[in-house]
């Protein structure tokens, strides 16, 4: 599948994909750390760098780039990322509750990231093959730019 986006949609939908994969990893990655800091401390000021994403600052203009399948699925992840800091900011609940409540939605973070990266893959014309545990990303090119292409790259990987 060929994009069909211009260059300045496929930067925008590029720039959300990396935004909204680099949030769920902050978010799962540093659980046990920030979970600690709020245990141990009883403070909230870190999470501010945990739940920092781009989308909040995107412009109405840069979202009119996107299918309105892709914004629906973007309003999803991102207000599941808001309610989970908003908790984070306002609860009164002991650590273990906190833990289950963030274990909870991390898990219903990761199926909304799957399926947001694949409208982006889709829109973004990026072909993706899973081979048991591997991940191969094909990104599709006009005929123009196949002229400059690395042989070695066009192989498709063996199954």
């Known amino acids: 599948m060929k994009s069909k986006n211009d ?3 496929q930067r925008v939908l590029v720039l959300l994909k990396i935004d909204a994969n680099n949030l769920f990893s902050r978010i799962r990655d540093r659980k046990t750390e920030y979970l600690e800091i709020f245990a141990l401390r009883r403070t909230r000021d870190h999470f501010p760098r945990i739940f920092r994403n781009r989308y909040e600052d995107t412009s109405i203009m840069d979202l009119s780039y996107c299918s309105s399948e892709l914004i629906t699925t973007l309003d999803q992840y991102y207000s599941l990322a808001e309610e989970t800091n908003w908790y984070l900011f306002a609860t009164q609940d002991m650590p273990n509750t906190v833990e289950d409540f963030i274990d909870r939605k991390i898990r219903r973070m990761e199926k909304l990231l799957a399926t ?4 982006l893959d889709a829109e973004l014309g990026v072909v993706s093959e899973r ?9 599709e090119t006009s005929s123009a730019s196949m002229e400059d292409s690395d042989p070695l790259l066009d192989e498709t990987p063996e199954s």
């Open 131 to 139: 081979n048991d545990n591997e991940e191969t990303v094909f990104m």
């Open 116 to 119: 947001l990266n694949l409208y």
């Open 7 to 9: 260059e300045a949609t």
